[in-house]
């Protein structure tokens, strides 16, 4: 491979992969408005044509500033890898008296500002903005500005020790630096599945018991008749931001615990609120978390492995924007290979979204199964309903976009599944 080639290549794939996205979102808007005026027959009689049509625009909406965020992303890739942005950080950087290896750290952490910067107004316009306009937000500008700070706080104090960890192993670690980096990348990954539910979580929301009643007594029949422990039943004071409902299961071992939005509660009668938690069940019985842990691993593993070998490859500096007097420098530096790899690698693996999307589908066609089985896949129906009204979730969506973003299927065909179970 030469540099020039390399180039070429880059420029298709990013070209490719733009495309390929605004092509998605037009269809999914014409798509989308083209269903507009009809419920469809399996909703007629549960969601009012009202509601249909606040999805609908929500939808809308939500594509338009996505395409907006597409292009600027797009742009600032090309600006920050063949745009120079980066043999701009690395010439800066390089002159700085301070270890190598803090260099490559402020490079790093150059790279992330510099997205975090981009993606900021975007974060603003869509929850002050989009989801105020349809009435879904209730985060104050005061606490959009405190979840900032604290994000940033906790991507400093968890970002650096890894990416110091890192980059020490890619410096001085020979040419198997990167068995001991996967090593490292998948011990954090551990540790951010205990530390999530028990430090990081609660910095943003306050949990509290679920108090005694009809739900809990339901929650905690469904946990005896399936045998399954956990240390907690929690809600989350989730409509302190938004109107969005959910429920998840967090923490492994010991420390799992299950957490409903309060939004979700407020909502769902308990034999809904008992089939949603069956679904969640089933995700952990079915040992769906462990499956996309040891996915996750092996492919970090493959990435690691690949970047090992850019990383000694001039064509792979040179092809993307690092000057020729630079590549010396660039070798020596293993932040510049991590940061370019990054930066360039989403563009050669958008086309396999896809896959990863049909690997999770076919789970949540599993839990909902499960909880089939183990609770009512009526109540599951209509718990999921009110979700998608309640939600503004699209009932309608482009087949094709759904294959490349939704990591759960489309609503018709998880409902006519489940109805096809009922009977
Ligand atoms: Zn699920």
């Known amino acids: 491979m030469n540099a020039a080639i390399f180039t070429g290549t880059f420029v298709v794939a990013w070209a490719a992969s733009l495309a390929l996205r605004l092509w998605l979102a037009r269809r999914q808007v014409a798509h989308v408005t083209a269903h507009r005026d009809s419920v469809p027959t399996a909703f007629a009689g549960s969601i009012p044509l009202a509601a249909h049509h606040k999805a609908a625009d929500y939808t809308v909406a939500k594509q338009h500033i996505g395409v907006v965020e597409t292009l600027v992303d797009a742009l600032v890739l090309i600006g920050m890898t063949l745009g120079g942005g980066l043999a701009w950080l690395l010439e800066a950087t390089e002159s700085l008296a301070i270890d190598p290896l803090w260099r490559d750290v402020l490079l790093l952490g150059g790279v992330a500002l510099a997205g975090a910067i981009v993606g900021l107004p975007f974060s603003w316009y869509r929850t002050f903005r989009l989801e105020a306009r ?9 606490l959009w500005l405190s979840d900032l700070a604290k994000g940033l706080l906790l991507a400093v104090l968890l970002g650096v020790p890894l990416a110091l960890a890192i980059l020490w192993l ?8 990167w068995i001991y980096a996967w090593a490292v990348w998948f011990g954090f990954q551990l540790l951010m599945l205990f530390l999530y539910p028990t430090v990081i979580a609660p910095l943003f929301n306050r949990f509290t018991p679920l108090p005694p009643g009809v739900a809990r007594e339901r929650v905690e029949h469904l946990l005896a008749r399936c045998g399954f422990a956990v240390a907690g039943l929690f809600v989350m004071d989730g409509s302190k931001r938004s109107g969005h409902g959910n429920a998840y299961f967090t923490g492994f071992g010991k420390a799992r615990r299950i957490v409903f939005f309060d939004t979700l509660l407020s909502r769902l009668v308990p034999d809904e609120l008992e089939a949603v938690l069956a679904h969640e069940l089933g995700h952990y019985k079915l040992r769906h978390v462990m499956k996309r842990i040891a996915w ?15 990383a000694g490859s001039d064509w792979f500096y040179l092809g993307l924007g690092i000057p020729a007097d630079a590549l010396g420098v660039a070798h020596a530096r293993p932040g510049v290979a991590l940061a370019l790899f990054l930066l360039a690698l989403p563009v050669f693996t958008f086309v396999l979204s896809p896959l990863a999307a049909r690997y999770s589908r076919r789970h949540e066609f599993e839990a909902d199964a499960f909880a089939a089985q183990n609770a009512s896949a009526a109540a599951l129906v209509s718990g999921l309903v009110k979700l998608y009204e309640d939600n503004a979730a699209t009932l309608t969506p482009d087949p094709l976009h759904s294959a490349f973003y939704d990591s759960h299927p489309p609503a018709a065909v998880r409902v006519s599944r489940l109805l096809g179970a009922a009977t």
Do not use: E, Y
């Not at 349809?134 to 005061?142: E, P, Q």
């Open 134 to 142: 349809f009435g879904f937000n209730r985060t104050t500008m005061r």
């Open 170 to 177: 890619m410096a001085r670690a020979g040419s198997a630096w």
């Open 296 to 310: 996750s691993a092996l492919v970090s593993l493959l990435f690691l492995g690949l970047l090992a070998w850019l």
